[in-house]
């Protein structure tokens, strides 16, 4: 979004099942290694993150985007949108853990079997949502020409799925480093890296041709991507303690940051830059709070379950997501009905998708539909 992005199977992204407990590792291969709860839950927190965030901007564009045309439903929009805006950069970081920390690939052929079970959610997911967009109508092209248009970069009504896109060209870099340090020779790897790196620029040369139609070419990732997945897996490898005892301390700064996120996407630009500087230290400050957090053990097979599922949630939730906003937001709510609305549709497309997510997953759906 596969397994655990907190054990040492997984490398998927926003979540997919994770197994029940610390992994084993086989006899004579060493000590267990320890099952990171905590990532597990920041895991869960950032696909509900997600949710509150497209909730706020569904929200936003029913007003418009601007507040005149409804300033009940813009502001409460615009707050949900700014406080799950923590939730992509996390993900990154998750993801470089894994790749670095967590569960370093051992050679090519086992990174290209964890971007198998991303790509194929990816690909079907795809069809569903162009099916979909073409049966309420709200499909912006011919589906044929959308679902090759997928093929090198996200389409919509599937606009989401731009995270995978990045993610996985993300962790073929990581994993292409930490394989070359361990003195393997990835060739394979670093051929497809070399093709990924050239693409965009051979893609907008073609365009440059009279009659020649090119497709926008969204296979890559830019620089903050790459940053927040190195400094998360440093983050989240330190020992426990080391950013202090009081680790609530850090949601402080957080709240500093969200409201000068608020406050940029009114005033300056909607949406904010995920490589703002105002989102780093908004993410970085859920990350630390929850830096090594005890979970309590009662909780822990609910929370492992939950984020095991949350691939799925995030494939599935704009769907139900949409079909919620467009029965039931409105440009002319107030302020207070505004705001509880935009926090019992982010409950019930988080209830609604993992509800769905955990079902396929007890069918034996997961590789398909993540």
Request: hydrophobic residues 50%; aromatic residues 10%; glycine residues 12%.
């Amino acid at each position: 979004m596969s397994s655990s992005l907190s054990s040492p199977a997984g490398a998927s992204p926003p979540g997919a099942p994770a197994p029940a407990g610390s992994p084993q590792p086989a006899a004579g291969s060493g000590p267990r290694r320890e099952h990171r709860y905590d990532i597990d839950l920041v895991r869960l927190l950032c696909s509900v993150g997600v949710i509150l965030c497209h909730t706020g901007s569904a929200f936003v564009n029913t007003a418009g985007r601007e507040a005149s045309n409804g300033p009940g439903t813009y502001w409460a929009g615009l707050v949900a949108d700014s406080a799950g805006r923590f939730a992509v950069p996390l993900f990154f970081a998750i993801a470089g853990w894994v790749v670095l920390v967590g569960a370093p690939v051992r050679d090519g052929r086992q990174l290209w079997q964890r971007i198998v079970r991303i790509v194929v959610p990816l690909g079907v997911w795809t069809a569903l949502y162009l099916a979909w967009g073409r049966l309420r109508g709200t499909n912006d092209a011919p589906v044929g020409e959308l679902a090759l248009d997928s093929l090198l970069a996200s389409v919509r009504p599937a606009y989401h799925l731009w995270y995978l896109y990045a993610y996985i060209p993300v962790i073929m870099l990581l994993a292409f480093a930490a394989l070359v340090k361990s003195g393997k020779r990835p060739w394979g790897l670093g051929a497809a890296l070399l093709v990924l790196g050239a693409a965009p620029t051979l893609a907008g040369d073609l365009s440059r041709i009279p009659g020649l139609d090119v497709p926008r070419f969204g296979w890559g990732f830019g620089p903050y991507q790459l940053i927040y997945a190195v400094l998360g897996a440093l983050l989240l490898s330190l020992p426990a303690g080391t950013f202090g005892r009081r680790g609530l301390w850090w949601l402080l700064p957080a709240g500093g940051a969200l409201a000068a996120i608020v406050a940029y996407q009114h005033g300056v630009h909607y949406a904010i830059p995920y490589a703002s500087v105002l989102v780093a230290v908004f993410s970085a400050g859920v990350l630390l709070s929850l830096h090594r957090v005890r979970v309590p053990e009662r909780l822990r097979p609910a929370l492992t379950r939950l984020a095991g599922a949350s691939f799925g949630a995030y494939m599935i939730h704009v769907l139900v997501l949409g079909v919620l906003t467009d029965l039931l937001v409105g440009s002319d709510l107030s302020l207070p009905v505004a705001a509880v609305l935009a926090l019992a549709v982010t409950a019930a497309t988080t209830a609604l998708s993992f509800g769905a997510a955990l079902l396929w997953t007890r069918l034996g759906l997961t590789r398909l539909l993540g």
